[in-house]
């Protein structure tokens, strides 16, 4: 029988009102999420208001790269989720301690990996993205600091997931504050007192990175449950390697797959030239603030039907989708569109130049609008890996989203009456309608095979 203890900490997802609980646990996500965004967006704000356009550029290009080197490892994660949410939700304790053990050592070796291919390849990846010859150097130097904290990125994620798999959505966001108060302290000092330049916030990143890592370390080792990380018995467990990969790797190759579509569209992004570039820059850091906090509730939706799938509460599985999705669409409506609505005052924070206000708020205008679509999209895939199908989904995904981006981007964009900036950001919202409508399809096939186990048991 599995041990519960630090109550306050959890969340039973497996009885009562969902609506509430899914609030009680995306609520404190969000606003981890937002906090980490806003200190990220410190460096934006810092190097183009005291280094300029290029440095603000530089920084921006870099996004989609480094979502591209790390998703993989990223989406590895949520096959540690939704194991250990069915673990937990299946009263397994010795199951649950070596999904710990082997999730850690895992975030360990694959920030190691992707610290050294990064320092190794950037520059020469971001020279084949076409990036603006003024923009190239700095983003390189950025990229170079920014991977060797990788390592500690990868360790909060998977300490991240395992927390969220009992509910846990609290104490991260405690952690994130600290440290993302001391990214913001280290980039004032590395920028506008030592001149450092993107140099400045890479550095102060890489620090809060390694704080953050840290304090979720210590929470694990001095957790009293089952999920406690004991670094006398830390080690890889083939049999549940195994089953973090099943899980995981679909899920992050459809994460690495998607921010190589998002590479492509850089690409042509870069093509138009810094101001652009800057302008799709600033506007992609706002919308991110919608984004994460959209994800949240994807985020809910995994735990919630992972551990209802553990705990055999199949009645339940439904009830949480629907819920997900009516959550995830008003939040994305309201808080898309009061980005709209302010759009041009919060473009300003990241630069005073007009015209790049007016390249971001194109963007903005399109994307955020109907960003809720990309939140539904993300609440069906997470209902379908929850229930422990992880390849549909990202199939539908990569042929739905990445496709149809890539293929648009490498012809019609080619054209003269085509190529334009709008025409590449319509590619977000036609790719998530048909995205959505494929995944309908999907789920309806899961629930099918689930009724169909549900009647052999």
């Not at 924070?349 to 939140?375: H, M, N, W």
């Amino acid at each position: 029988m599995t041990t519960v203890k630090n109550k306050s900490n959890t969340i039973d997802m497996v009885n009562g009102p969902i609506l509430k609980k899914m609030i009680l646990f995306s609520v404190p996500l969000m606003l981890s999420s937002v906090l980490q965004l806003l200190f990220n967006a410190a460096d934006t704000v810092v190097v183009g208001q005291f280094a300029g356009s290029n440095s603000l550029a530089a920084v921006g290009s870099t996004s989609s790269l480094i979502n591209l080197m790390t998703n993989l490892f990223i989406g590895l994660s949520v096959g540690t989720n939704v194991l250990i949410a069915k673990a937990m939700g299946a009263r397994d304790s010795e199951h649950t301690r070596k999904i710990v053990s082997t999730s850690m050592v895992l975030a360990l070796l694959g920030g190691i990996f992707l610290m050294i291919f990064g320092i190794l390849f950037a520059g020469k990846i971001l020279a084949l993205m076409d990036s603006p010859a003024e923009v190239l150097p700095l983003a390189s130097k950025y990229l170079k600091i920014y991977f060797i904290g990788l390592p500690a990125m990868m360790i909060y994620n998977f300490g991240s997931a395992i927390l969220r798999a009992v509910g846990d959505t609290k104490r991260p966001l405690y952690f994130l504050t600290a440290a993302g108060v001391i990214n913001v302290i280290f980039n004032l000092i590395f920028v506008i007192v030592l001149k450092m330049d993107v140099q400045g916030v890479a550095t102060a990143t890489v620090i809060s990175q390694v704080i953050s890592a840290s304090l979720i370390v210590i929470c694990l080792i001095r957790e009293k449950s089952d999920i406690r990380l004991n670094l006398k018995k830390l080690g890889i467990d083939k049999d549940t390697l195994i089953r973090i990969l099943k899980v995981g790797i679909p899920a992050g190759l459809q994460g690495t797959l998607f921010s190589l579509s998002n590479v492509v569209i850089q690409s042509s992004v870069n093509t138009f030239g810094a101001t652009v570039v800057a302008g799709n820059s600033a506007s992609q850091n706002l919308e991110g603030f919608v984004y994460v906090s959209m994800n949240a509730i994807h985020q809910a939706t995994i735990s919630f039907t992972s551990q209802n799938m553990g705990a055999g509460r199949y009645d339940r599985i439904g009830k949480i989708l629907k819920t997900g999705v009516l959550f995830v669409f008003v939040t994305g409506l309201v808080l898309g569109n009061l980005e709209v609505l302010f759009g041009h005052q919060l473009l300003r924070i990241y630069s005073p130049k007009a015209e790049v206000i007016d390249k971001g708020f194109d963007r903005l205008l399109i994307i955020c609008t109907i960003y809720f679509l990309c939140g539904i999209m993300d609440v069906l895939v997470g209902s379908i890996r929850g229930m422990g199908f992880s390849v549909l989904p990202m199939i539908v995904s990569l042929i739905g989203a990445c496709g149809l981006r890539i293929l648009w981007l490498k012809t019609f964009f080619k054209m003269s009456i085509f190529h334009n900036t709008a025409m590449i950001y319509i590619t977000y919202p036609v790719s998530w309608t048909i995205t959505i409508l494929g995944l309908l399809v999907v789920y309806r096939y899961v629930r099918k095979k689930i009724r169909i186990m549900q009647e052999a048991e």
